[in-house]
Structure formats: structure tokens, C-alpha cells
């Protein structure tokens, strides 16, 4: 099996700056595409960033100018730095991540269990 475990969320003010990690674990023999995404309350998911194996990103025009997307292939972890954050970042963000998991001929997409942002002054 595989797992995801986010961290960094929190409650922070106008301005502010987070770093959102995802670290996969468990039977993964490669791990292709990572993403995050995010929900604010009565919305639907959007993606917010993407990283590919080879490191290539794409960013939502939304957050473009304030995240950056980037992973440690080592460590099996995706992060979301966020800077200059505003309200509108409010919402709870989850990883997705593409996973070819040891002894499988598919891929699978893994989703973690989603981290509470909160931009407020």
C-alpha cells in the first residue's frame, strides 16, 4: 500500500508565507506526477500546481507569481511554497501523486488526506 501525509497548514495572515510538504510512503517502486490541489468551502477542487518527473511545472493562473511547486525525489516528497498570500487562498489543499507501486504493472493516483490553509487577518 501506499501513503500520503500532509503537513505545514495553518492559519496565517494576509501577506504571509507557507510551505505545504507530501511525503509518499510505502510500496512505491516510481513516482511520476505530483500535484497539488485545492477546495475552499462550497467550490470545486482546482488544481493549483503540478511537477513532473523531469521536473517540468505547471502553475493555475490563479497562483502564478506566488507558489512554487518542487519535490525531493530522495525523500518521496512534493512541497507548495506560497508567499504573498491573501484570502482567496483559503482552502483546504491536497496532494495527488501518480505512483507505480512495486509488484503492479499500472500506475495509481494517491490523494492525501488535505491540509486546512487559512489566510485571515
Known amino acids: 500500500q501506499v501513503q500520503l501525509v500532509e503537513s505545514g497548514g495553518g492559519l496565517v495572515q494576509p501577506g504571509g508565507s507557507l510551505r505545504l510538504s507530501c511525503q509518499a510512503s510505502g510500496s512505491i517502486a516510481r513516482i511520476y506526477d505530483m500535484g497539488w490541489h485545492r477546495q475552499a468551502p462550497g467550490k470545486q477542487r482546482e488544481l493549483v500546481a503540478a511537477?513532473?518527473?523531469?521536473?517540468?511545472?505547471n502553475i493555475s493562473n490563479s497562483v502564478k507569481g506566488h507558489v512554487t511547486i518542487s519535490r525531493d525525489n530522495a525523500k518521496n516528497t512534493l512541497y507548495l511554497q506560497m508567499n504573498s498570500l491573501k484570502p482567496e487562498d483559503t482552502a483546504v489543499y491536497y496532494c495527488?501523486?501518480?505512483?507505480?507501486?512495486?509488484?503492479?504493472?499500472?500506475?495509481?493516483?494517491?490523494w492525501g488526506q488535505g491540509t486546512q490553509v487559512t489566510v485571515s487577518s
Open positions: 495527488k501523486v501518480r505512483i507505480w507501486r512495486s509488484g503492479s504493472s499500472v500506475l495509481d493516483d494517491y
Open positions: 511537477i513532473n518527473a523531469i521536473d517540468d511545472t
